[in-house]
């Protein structure tokens, strides 16, 4: 994959993915996670090769993407009324029900990323590709997007989470991606970007 500025920060990348099955992404910061998942999501086009996906995917970026102003579950309102799964049984598994009614500008960022985790759970997608969804959750939180992992895969959904801590991922495979550019590149990649 090449960026603006020439950048290459993906190369001979060859994954697959089956259902029920995870796979980390793991590597420093710049190696390419996340791009490899917006590659994968068909946010972003590959330079060379091609990405097959046979089942509809959800996806978690590093945005929340919540209203302020509007509570909680007036956030997620749409989503719920596109869901087979009924909303309250998600806030439950994400230990957010108490908090349906808040305005989303009080919650917390752990509050606000297990929000955006909602959005996923309620999308009925089979393939759910997920940038750091454990940033800025505690210990419990984890150990509770791990059950739900665990769920979405014994019901033959499958997904791949890039991260720089362990995730409760059992049986996951890894995929370990090196840094390939110099950072030196970006400044013709900005000039790319946004010409004069
Ligand atoms: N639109 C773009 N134009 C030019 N360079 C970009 C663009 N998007 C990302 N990059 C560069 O590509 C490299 C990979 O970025 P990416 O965000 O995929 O890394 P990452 O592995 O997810 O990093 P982190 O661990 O910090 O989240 C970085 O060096 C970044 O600066």
Not at 88 to 111: E, T
């Given at each position: 994959m090449r960026l603006p500025g020439d950048r290459l920060v993906l190369d001979q990348v060859n994954l697959t993915l089956h259902s029920g099955e995870a796979m980390l992404l793991t590597g420093p910061n710049g190696a390419g996670k996340s791009t490899l998942l917006r590659t994968l999501a068909g946010l972003r086009s590959p330079t060379r090769g091609h990405v097959e996906r046979n089942a509809p995917i959800a996806w978690l970026g590093h945005q929340d993407a919540l209203k302020p102003a509007l509570s909680l579950s007036h956030n997620l309102a749409l989503s719920a009324q596109l869901s087979s799964v009924?909303?309250?049984?998600?806030?439950?598994?994400?230990?957010?029900?108490?908090?349906?009614?808040?305005?989303?500008?009080?919650?917390?960022?752990?509050?606000?990323?297990?929000?955006?985790?909602?959005r996923i759970m309620l999308s009925d997608a089979k393939i759910w590709l997920l940038d750091e969804p454990s940033v800025g959750l505690d210990q419990a939180s984890i150990a509770r997007l791990g059950a739900i992992m665990a769920e979405h895969r014994k019901q033959g959904g499958a997904l791949v989470a890039t991260t720089h801590v362990p995730l409760p991922l059992p049986e996951a495979q890894t995929h370990q991606l090196p840094v390939i550019a110099e950072d030196t590149t970006l400044l013709d990649a900005f000039d790319e970007d946004f010409p004069e």
């Open positions: 009924p909303l309250a049984r998600v806030l439950q598994a994400l230990d957010l029900a108490h908090l349906a009614d808040v305005p989303a500008r009080l919650l917390s960022s752990g509050q606000k990323r297990r929000a955006a985790f909602a």
